[in-house]
């Protein structure tokens, strides 16, 4: 729903969330979160730009953007056309604060520069490793992919994207650690089995969501990453007695 089947790639360059790499403090955690919805809305208000701004024919060509940092709270999406070393930009959008700004078509296709060619290059490995591993999304939509840059290189992250307006994709979330030779380094997934959390019947309201996650100490990015897509907090049981409150600004132990 929040992603046209057009675009079976998404290459996205977001800021380093933490001060060091894979940094497991929760305030760390966090900003890793915000950074992939952050980067998520900018391309989704961007898709939707295009898909006004282009003819179809042409916007068949995309395949794949770029998120950048353009100033303050802005961010610029780059759609690419073809694949490889064939790519190239066709149309720009900047998103400020999840808002459209100034959006249109390049006059000529034009090359990716060495930092968006970086990322490509990382992008390209973390999905190599996702198929020699045979992870797939839940369901039927393509991934989402999402390359935040590390001290140590590129943390690229695959995830399941969202296709109801009422539930969060919880499982079919991956991150691969890409170094700055691209080169894998390591890779993890975020849930052992495909999970959807949505929210109650429309006569009731809900206060939070909640989910059981066994395959860390602490809440993920992916847990804030829904608690910020669902507009509600998260509450995310990580082992017996140990309950935290993931609200999208910070993750605190509840017990």
């Known amino acids: 729903m ?20 894979q940094d497991t403090s929760t305030d760390a955690i966090t900003a890793r979160g915000r950074a992939l919805f952050a980067h998520d809305r900018a391309a989704w208000v961007a898709t939707d730009a295009l898909t006004d701004d282009l003819p179809k024919a042409q916007a068949a060509t995309v395949r794949g953007w770029i998120v950048e940092p353009a100033g303050e709270d802005r961010l610029r999406v780059s759609f690419l056309s073809s694949t ?3 790519r190239r930009v066709i149309y720009t959008a900047e998103v400020a604060k999840g808002a459209l700004g100034q959006h249109a078509p390049l006059a000529a296709p034009a090359a990716l520069t060495a930092p968006q060619r970086a990322i490509a290059t990382a992008i390209d490995a973390a999905t190599a490793e996702a198929v020699r591993q045979g992870w797939r999304p839940c369901g039927k939509a393509p991934f989402n992919v999402a390359a935040i840059p590390t001290p140590t290189g590129t ?5 399941t994207p969202q296709t109801r307006t009422d539930a969060w994709p919880m499982g079919g979330h991956f991150r691969v650690d890409v170094d700055t030779a691209g080169r894998v380094a390591s890779s993890r997934r975020f849930a052992n089995t495909c999970l959807e959390i949505g929210s109650p019947p429309k006569q009731a309201k809900a206060a939070m969501l909640v989910v059981t996650h066994v395959l860390d100490p602490t809440p993920t990015e992916i847990h804030v990453f829904a608690s910020l897509s669902a507009r509600m907090p998260v509450a995310v049981v990580t082992g017996k007695d140990r309950i935290w409150i993931t609200n999208g600004a910070e993750i605190r132990s509840m017990r």
């Open 2 to 21: 929040r992603r046209s089947a057009l675009f079976a790639l998404t290459l996205t360059v977001a800021l380093a969330a933490g001060a060091r790499a």
């Open 84 to 86: 490889g070393d064939d």
């Open 155 to 159: 943390s690229v992250y695959l995830t």
